[in-house]
C-alpha cells in the first residue's frame, strides 16, 4: 500500500495506547509501519529534505495533533502515554479519528489557530493555496511551523524546573549578546530571599552597568503587584534597569504601571520568549534547510 498520511495514522496510533504503557516514539513508529504493511521501500522514502523518513515524518506529526488534543501525554524525553480523555475517546470506539473529529478539543481549537499556517499538506485542503505563490506557500509553510515550535519550547520550559527556568533566563541574554561569555556575562542568584531579583547580567563586556533579571515561570498572567515587587527590588539594588520575564503574560494593570515608572524595566511574555530563543538558537537546533534560487539577470547580460 502507499504509506499513510498522517491523519490515517491518528486512530491506530492511539489504539496502539489503548493498554496504558508508555512507549518511545520510535516504537511507535515501528509498529506503524508494520501494521500498514509497508515495504521496505516504503520504510526508507524520505522527506525532500532527507532529515527523515516519510513515515516517521508523518507519524510525528500525528503525535504532534493527538498530544495537542490532549489524548496523549509526554512523561518523558520521546516516551507517551495515553490520558483519561485518551482512554474515554477509545472506549466509544470511532470509526475514525481526523482533524474534524479532533476539532471537538478546546486545546486542539486553540491549536490549530496559533499554528494555522502549516503547511496545507499537514492540515489544509487542497484548494487552500490556489491564490498564493510558491514563495507566499513557503513563508507560510516556514510561519507555522515556526509557531508550533514556539508553543513547544513553552511546554517544554514549563515541565522543567523553577532553577533550571532563572538559568535559562540568562543563557538566554548571553546569547543575545549581553556581557560577552557565559562565564563572565551573567549569574543566577534566585534562591529564598532573593527579594525579587533571580539573575544579574552585564549590560556590556566591560561591565560598565548591570541588568537585573526575574523570571516567572508561571500559566497565568502576571499582575501588576509582581511588576511592583520586583521594581522595589530594583531600588533596593539601587539598579536602574530590569528585565522581566514570564511564561504566561501580563494584565493591562502591568503593562500601564511599568509606563510610569522611573526605572527602565522590559517585560518579556512568553511568546517573545519562545521567538527570541528560535531566533537566538536556545534550545533549537535546525532540522532542515532550504535554499530557494532565483535567476542571475546580470550573468545573462550580453555586452
Avoid: H
Avoid at 9 to 22: A, V
Avoid at 56 to 65: F, H, Q, S
Avoid at 94 to 106: H, R, S
Amino acid at each position: 500500500m502507499t504509506i499513510p498520511n498522517y491523519q490515517t495514522c491518528l486512530l491506530p496510533f492511539l489504539n496502539l495506547m489503548g493498554d496504558g504503557r508508555e512507549r518511545t516514539l520510535r516504537d511507535i513508529q515501528t509498529y506503524l509501519a508494520d501494521f500498514f504493511e509497508l515495504t521496505d521501500e516504503e520504510r526508507s522514502a524520505r522527506i525532500p529534505s532527507g532529515q527523515s523518513s516519510v513515515i516517521n515524518n508523518r507519524v510525528g506529526w500525528a503525535r504532534t495533533y493527538l498530544t495537542k488534543s490532549g489524548l496523549i501525554e509526554r512523561t518523558g524525553r520521546a516516551i507517551f502515554r495515553l490520558t483519561e480523555r485518551g482512554a474515554s475517546v477509545l472506549k466509544d470506539s470511532p470509526p475514525k479519528i481526523d482533524v474534524k473529529f479532533l476539532e471537538q478539543f478546546p486545546e486542539f481549537i486553540a491549536f490549530q489557530n496559533s499554528s494555522k499556517n502549516i503547511p496545507n499538506s499537514l492540515s489544509r485542503s487542497d484548494d487552500a493555496f490556489k491564490d498564493s505563490t510558491p514563495e507566499e506557500e513557503i513563508e507560510l509553510a516556514y510561519q507555522g511551523l515556526k509557531n508550533l515550535l514556539a508553543e513547544e519550547l513553552l511546554t517544554r520550559i514549563l515541565s522543567c524546573s523553577p532553577v533550571f527556568f532563572e538559568q535559562l533566563v540568562v543563557d538566554l541574554l548571553v546569547k543575545m549578546g549581553y556581557g560577552g561569555s557565559r562565564k563572565d556575562a551573567g549569574e543566577r542568584i534566585g534562591k529564598s530571599g532573593d527579594e525579587g531579583i533571580d539573575g544579574i547580567i552585564k549590560e556590556d563586556r566591560l561591565g560598565l552597568d548591570a541588568i537585573y533579571i526575574q523570571a516567572k515561570r508561571w500559566q497565568g498572567s502576571v499582575g501588576r503587584p509582581e511588576i511592583q515587587k520586583f521594581v522595589g527590588a530594583l531600588q533596593g539594588q539601587r539598579a536602574k534597569k530590569g528585565v522581566f520575564i514570564t511564561t504566561s503574560g501580563y494584565t493591562a494593570d502591568a503593562l500601564d504601571y511599568i509606563k510610569m515608572t522611573d526605572a527602565k524595566v522590559v517585560l518579556i511574555d512568553g511568546s517573545q520568549l519562545a521567538n527570541l530563543m528560535i531566533e537566538f538558537d536556545l534550545g533549537v537546533s535546525v532540522s532542515s534547510s532550504y535554499i530557494v534560487k532565483k535567476i542571475d539577470s546580470d550573468y545573462f547580460e550580453e555586452i
